[in-house]
Structures are given as structure tokens and as C-alpha cells.
């Protein structure tokens, strides 16, 4: 199986099917329901939209990452969440309601804002003077077909599916998806573990310095405006977890730049490390309590 052939044509179709399986988990409710918060709402979507690329420009002002490294984690800084961040707000008990709008809403944007930043991004790194340039409308159309068009396409599924067929379909058709995209994400690794870099390396302390700074502070902004603590959980996860998938396949497919998506691919799998601590973290707190309690005080 090719490097070529797992990113020009497996990635995209397993990414679309990936957005589509979690189309076919909203409805209008979620939305609703959430939307009667709306500051949470603009707090989470600046956070990942505004904040988020601003500090992945910190960390490559901060450390000597070379061009190409340093064009990957400003990519993953500007693609939107996915179904893992979704599945992570359901284990630590977030606001569910509020992680899937917060994704949704971010595969609205992204088509649109990732190829334009994407672009200055490349410029004031000195790349697009080498020819390296990012086609405004061709990325919008792709980005389209494999993130906002499927999710639509499942909401539309989900509608006109009978409600029986849905409960015994779509933990079928997330399981499925869920393990194409690791089997995809593996090959991937697999055929360019060459080329990565190493665990000792300073793209890997890149890519856990954005996880977890961003983490922190979604966190620190949450809990400083004081939402409740299964929203502020929901933000910690949809401004620190992004969705690699997308990351990879604008820098495989539409850049044409292994060299970009090999720093989103080792996000993918090193992201789990915070993510996971964090996680374990929430799950011990909220088996005691009164050990939380003492700890704020």
C-alpha cells in the first residue's frame, strides 16, 4: 500500500466518512439547546478560531522549528475540531451539547479561513516565495467535500432514517469509521516513519506544547468567567484536540508537502498524551470530591 495512494485517496474519503458519522449524531436540538448560552458558544469559537493560531505563532517564535515544521503546527492550529474532540467531552462528562455545536460550527468556518491564514502563514514564513502557495477557492471546495458536506449529508440521514434503523446503525457506522480513520492514521505512520521525527526532537515538543498550552487555556479562560463545569470541560477539549485528519490531507494532498504533514501526523498520535493525563485527571477528581474541594481552597 503507497504513501501516495493512503493520502492522495484513502485519507480524504475516511475523513469525509469520519464527518459524516458525526452529521449523523446531531440534530437541531443540540443546537438549540445550546445556543440559549450563546456566550459559551463565542467563548469556544474565539478561543479556537483566535486564540488558538496566536499561540501556535508564539511557540514558533519560540522555538527554531524549521519552515516546514513550523508551517505544520500553524496548520493544525487552523483546522477544526472533530469527532475524537466529541468523543473526549463525552468521557470527562462535558457539555456534550456545547462540544458538538463548538465543532459544528468550526467546520462552517474553517473551509473559509484555513486556506486564507494559511496563506499569510506561508508568506510570513518565506515559503510562498518558493512557489508553495495554497489556491484560495480549490482548498474551499475541498475542504467542503470532506467536512461540511458530509456532516450535512449525515443530519439529512439521520432525518430520513426511521428511528430503530438509527440506534442499531450509527454505533455500527461509528465504530467503522472511528477504526478506518486509526487504520489510516497507522499506514501513515508506517510508510513515513523514516522520515519522522524523532520523540527527542523539537517538532514533538511543539506539538505537546500547543496540546497542552491550548488546553490550559481553554481551561483558564472558562474557569475564570466562571461557566459551569461541564462546559468549561467541553472548551478545555474543543480548543486543545484538532482534528489532524483535516491538517494531513491539506498538506499531503492540496500542498503537496509531505514535510507539513508529517508535524500533523505526529500530532495526531502525541495529542492523545495530555489529552489522556487531563482526562484520568477529571475522572479522579470527580471520584473524590471532597479531595477537589480542598485542592481550590
Not at 46 to 59: E, F, I, R, S
Not at 103 to 112: C, D, E, R, S, Y
Not at 235 to 249: D, F, H, K
Request: proline share 7%; hydrophobic share 60%.
Amino acid at each position: 500500500m503507497s504513501a501516495a495512494w493512503l493520502s492522495q485517496v484513502a485519507l480524504p474519503w475516511v475523513l469525509a466518512s469520519v464527518m459524516m458519522a458525526m452529521g449523523l449524531s446531531l440534530t437541531g436540538a443540540d443546537f438549540a439547546r445550546t445556543w440559549r448560552h450563546p456566550r459559551r458558544v463565542l467563548l469556544g469559537t474565539g478561543l479556537q478560531m483566535l486564540a488558538l493560531p496566536l499561540l501556535a505563532w508564539a511557540l514558533v517564535l519560540l522555538l527554531p522549528l524549521p519552515p516546514l515544521a513550523a508551517a505544520g503546527l500553524l496548520l493544525v492550529a487552523l483546522v477544526p475540531g472533530g469527532a475524537t474532540s466529541n468523543m473526549f467531552s463525552y468521557l470527562v462528562q462535558g457539555d456534550l451539547a456545547l462540544s458538538v455545536t463548538l465543532t459544528a460550527i468550526a467546520a462552517v468556518l474553517a473551509p473559509f479561513t484555513l486556506p486564507l491564514v494559511m496563506g499569510w502563514n506561508l508568506a510570513l514564513l518565506d515559503l510562498a516565495s518558493g512557489g508553495l502557495s495554497l489556491p484560495y477557492w480549490q482548498t474551499v471546495g475541498q475542504l467542503l467535500m470532506v467536512t461540511l458536506l458530509p456532516v450535512l449529508a449525515g443530519m439529512l440521514l439521520r432525518q430520513a432514517l426511521p428511528a430503530p434503523w438509527l440506534t442499531v446503525v450509527l454505533p455500527g457506522v461509528k465504530g467503522f469509521t472511528g477504526a478506518a480513520m486509526v487504520a489510516v492514521v497507522v499506514a501513515l505512520f508506517a510508510s513515513h516513519a523514516e522520515r519522522l521525527p524523532s520523540l527527542v526532537s523539537l517538532e514533538t515538543l511543539a506539538v505537546l506544547l500547543l496540546c497542552l498550552s491550548s488546553m490550559l487555556l481553554g481551561h483558564g479562560v472558562a474557569r475564570r468567567l466562571r461557566l459551569p463545569h461541564d462546559s468549561v470541560r467541553a472548551i478545555t477539549v474543543e480548543v486543545g484536540v484538532q482534528n489532524a485528519g483535516v491538517a494531513m490531507m491539506v498538506a499531503f494532498v492540496l500542498l503537496q508537502q509531505p514535510a507539513i504533514g508529517l508535524v500533523p501526523l505526529l500530532y495526531g498520535l502525541l495529542m492523545n498524551v495530555p489529552v489522556f493525563l487531563w482526562m484520568f485527571a477529571c475522572l479522579w477528581r470527580d471520584r473524590h470530591p471532597a479531595s477537589a474541594i480542598a485542592d481550590r481552597r
